[in-house]
């Protein structure tokens, strides 16, 4: 839209700053989408391609990642990881996991060795850190800062037009 007179000014003046709001929801949006996806590529890579921990619980638990986007003024994206990923983020130290008595005449079963006996107590000797979520953020933050950057500039060129 070309400026010609005070008005058009005035115009677009007035109509940036809503479209800027617009902008900034859209581009905190795909900024978190872009973390989130890449946080959870490691997180598949980091716990065998299903995105599930076999050794916890009866069947494995599911970890992941999501975001929410809190606010609209000065919109903010909160990642979180889901299930027990600290389990796999974080060192843990060798502990050992004791001896339960029996319930209700079944026996509490620690460890299945590959024969098919099976433990009631074990000694773990720990896990390293394997970080997916750090991982996966410092990959794509610049990314994230990219796809932000476009949004605001869109709205920009189409205030202008």
């Given at each position: 839209?070309?400026?010609?007179?005070?008005?058009?000014?005035?115009?677009?003046?007035?109509?940036?700053?809503?479209?800027?709001?617009?902008?900034?929801?859209?581009?905190?949006?795909?900024?978190?989408?872009?973390?989130?996806?890449?946080?959870?590529?490691?997180?598949r890579l980091s716990s065998g391609g299903d995105?599930?921990?076999?050794?916890?619980?009866?069947?494995?638990?599911?970890?992941?990642?999501?975001?929410?986007?809190?606010?609209?003024?000065?919109?903010?994206?909160?990642?979180?990881?889901?299930?027990?990923?600290?389990?796999?983020?974080?060192?843990?130290?060798?502990?050992?996991?004791?001896?339960?008595?029996?319930r209700r005449r079944r026996r509490?079963?620690?460890?299945?060795?590959?024969?098919?006996?099976?433990?009631?107590?074990?000694?773990?000797?720990?896990?390293?850190?394997?970080?997916?979520?750090?991982?996966?953020?410092?990959?794509?933050?610049?990314?994230?800062?990219?796809?932000?950057?476009?949004?605001?500039?869109?709205?920009?060129?189409?205030?202008?037009?």
């Open positions: 839209m070309p400026l010609t007179t005070l008005g058009d000014v005035a115009t677009m003046a007035a109509r940036l700053p809503a479209e800027l709001s617009k902008a900034q929801h859209r581009g905190v949006q795909q900024a978190a989408l872009v973390v989130t996806t890449g946080i959870r590529q490691e997180i995105m599930r921990l076999s050794g916890v619980g009866a069947r494995g638990v599911k970890v992941g990642a999501r975001y929410d986007i809190k606010g609209t003024t000065n919109p903010t994206a909160i990642i979180r990881a889901t299930g027990p990923l600290h389990l796999i983020e974080r060192k843990t130290g060798p502990h050992s996991i004791p001896r339960v008595g029996r509490i079963r620690v460890l299945k060795f590959a024969d098919g006996t099976y433990a009631r107590s074990a000694n773990h000797p720990g896990t390293p850190a394997k970080k997916p979520f750090e991982k996966g953020y410092i990959k794509t933050r610049d990314q994230a800062g990219v796809k932000f950057d476009l949004e605001v500039q869109k709205a920009i060129r189409v205030v202008l037009r």
